[in-house]
């Protein structure tokens, strides 16, 4: 096969498949400079100004001239965008109707609530981070006793913040941590307090209702002479509960899963991300439900997404999802645009609009059902928008707090990171699943080698994704890593 990949016929740049030397051809083109893997060359000369197009849609503007044949990067083109917009209203979508998969069930935890886990482990919660260590060391201790139900994980959600916190900071620790001690993968739910701390208990547990009270647990350390011995107990109680649990096949439409991508480079919006779009739409198809977040990943494709928008109410919650988000950078003085990250940008990725344009293939061809703030629960099936950041823990967690039994997350450089629900990385290269198999969970790099197309790819990837709900390890649950990050905007006192 070629060498090189031109994504849509109206495009002006390709991009290299392989390291391209001076002189290689390029779809009739010489190339003039060396082009890195996943980096693009042009195909025809842009003058200053004139758009560059990947995707089929502009990703910035030529910042001096361009020759065909020349390496296309940050240093000769930039963004196009601009700040908060006004957008209309395109009216009711009109998508072409995905098929469900092949697998219709898997095997899970069913819920007092209805909801369904496909983990059934033993979460500590700290209301504050002064307790993180105890927290550590009682899901140790508790993990090597052996009081746990087979297969089953005592995990302490670690984090840093429920003091010293004001106003939107101190209520988004305590919505995410109350949303996680919802979700349906905790079999029990220790909340651990200090007791002087701003997130107190009494103000975590105001209006907040455990559908199965037997499956959750308070501990106030300050307010015992033995903090371990007490609350050894209560998870003692906690996994008596749990041994009752037995797994149990639902249907595809019990299953929500968050899309992420993470490391990104040249190759996420041609193999893996398009991959959990086709995977989005047939889990759509079968009645289940799919999140999508990393708002600023949305900046130069929300019109996209906008477009898809099932209803007038959900398109102009789209556009406050979008606006807002721009308008936290604005209040902070900062540039809305300059978003991909180093790494990002040394895999190929030149602008946000081209970030974007890759990123958002990750929520497919579906229509918008709903759009959520942070730290809110996700209510509707079919695909959803999500109000967070890209940073990666971040993005993790709310989708994770919102509901989503797994995360899904492609990268194209690699991470270790996980969060307390199964993280499933999506290797967007072959030769990156290969060097970090320890990390790595699935390989949609043969999409890029020709091997095999994305709907090719599909039944196999659903085939993955389904064994890890059924409670095969990922590489995150294996390596023990299981992080929580919480949004933070404001002061700390």
Wanted: charged share 20%; glycine share 12%.
């Amino acid at each position: 096969m070629a060498n090189w990949l031109r994504i849509h016929a109206g495009d002006t740049v390709a991009v290299a498949l392989a390291d391209l030397e001076i002189g290689a051809e390029v779809a009739g083109v010489r190339l003039r400079e060396a082009v890195a893997r996943g980096h693009k060359v042009a195909l025809a000369d842009h003058a200053v100004g004139a758009p560059v197009i990947k995707y089929g849609a502009r990703i910035g503007l030529a910042r001096v001239d361009i020759a065909a044949g020349s390496w296309v990067h940050t240093h000769n083109i930039g963004t196009a965008l601009g700040g908060v917009e006004d957008y209309t209203y395109p009216g009711v979508p009109t998508v072409p109707a995905a098929a469900a998969p092949a697998v219709r069930t898997f095997s899970g935890f069913v819920r007092s609530n209805g909801d369904v886990g496909v983990r059934n482990d033993l979460w500590i919660i700290p209301l504050v981070g002064c307790v993180d260590g105890l927290a550590r060391k009682l899901a140790s201790g508790f993990q090597a006793s052996g009081l746990l139900p087979e297969g089953s994980r005592a995990l302490a959600l670690e984090h840093p913040y429920g003091c010293s916190q004001l106003g939107d900071d101190l209520d988004n620790t305590r919505n995410i941590l109350r949303a996680l001690a919802l979700h349906p993968n905790a079999g029990g739910v220790l909340i651990l307090g200090l007791g002087c701390e701003n997130n107190t208990r009494e103000l975590f547990a105001k209006d907040f209702v455990h559908p199965d009270p037997r499956r959750l647990r308070y501990l106030t350390t300050q307010e015992v002479d033995d903090e371990v011995a007490a609350a050894t107990d209560l998870l003692k109680e906690l996994a008596t509960v749990m041994r009752g649990d037995r797994r149990e096949p639902v249907g595809l439409d019990r299953l929500r899963v968050g899309l992420k991508c993470g490391g990104s480079d040249g190759f996420s919006g041609i193999t893996a991300n398009p991959l959990l779009g086709a995977f989005s739409d047939a889990l759509c198809a079968a009645g289940g439900s799919t999140i999508l977040t990393e708002v600023p990943e949305m900046f130069g494709a929300e019109r996209l997404l906008m477009e898809r928008a099932g209803d007038r109410d959900v398109f102009n919650r789209t556009v406050s999802l979008i606006n807002d988000f721009k308008g936290y950078f604005l209040s902070n003085n900062q540039p809305i645009y300059e978003n991909p990250s180093p790494g990002n940008k040394a895999g190929g990725i030149s602008t946000l609009e081209e970030k974007s344009l890759g990123c958002t293939q990750k929520a497919g061809r579906s229509i918008v059902r709903d759009v959520i703030r942070y730290a809110r629960r996700a209510t509707r099936p079919g695909l959803t928008l999500l109000e967070a950041p890209g940073n990666d823990g971040t993005a993790v967690t709310a989708l994770i707090a919102a509901g989503c039994q797994m995360v899904l997350f492609t990268t194209g450089r690699g991470t270790p990171l996980g969060g307390p629900a199964p993280t499933m990385k999506i290797a967007t290269n072959t030769p990156l699943f290969r060097r970090k198999a320890n990390w790595i969970d699935f390989n949609a790099g043969p999409i890029a080698e020709g091997e095999v197309t994305v709907d090719g790819l599909l039944p196999s990837f659903v085939d993955a994704v389904v064994a890890v709900a059924n409670g095969k390890r990922t590489r995150n649950e294996e390596n023990d890593v299981h992080d929580v990050v919480i949004f933070k905007t404001g002061v700390t006192l």
